[in-house]
């Protein structure tokens, strides 16, 4: 569902490209790119209103599982309260980022998360 979501917001947010994703069991790394065309009014939504509308979007979603039975119940939230973003200034860190989201799913295992 999480994976779902995420890729569908290009559809609902044409002001965001989403270059590349993956989502883990317990957390989801991406490169997104917000562009303006110059049309629009200030404010317009910035990043974090992206998160918190995803965070509240996928948790609704989530909560209508389980209420049906389809999903575990969970304790108090899913999403942790903040998340770290990186504004990617060239292409070395680009390259980097995208090598770092591609390799992620290999170093589950090793995560102190693991299960």
């Known amino acids: 569902m999480v994976f779902n979501k995420f890729e569908e917001i290009s559809g609902f947010y044409p002001d965001i490209i ?3 994703f993956i989502v883990m069991p317990n957390h989801l790394h991406a490169i997104m790119l917000i562009q303006h065309d110059g049309t629009a009014r200030w404010p317009f939504p910035i990043l974090s209103e992206y998160v918190k509308r995803f965070k509240t979007l996928t948790t ?5 599982f389980v209420k049906k039975g389809e999903c575990l119940p969970f304790d108090k939230k899913i999403w942790q309260k903040s998340y770290h973003d990186h504004i990617i200034r060239n292409e070395t860190e680009y390259l980097k980022i995208w090598e770092y989201i591609d ?3 290999l170093k589950w295992e090793f995560d102190k998360y693991y299960i």
């Open 18 to 20: 989403i270059d590349k």
């Open 60 to 64: 609704k979603l989530y909560i209508d």
């Open 103 to 105: 390799a992620n799913p």
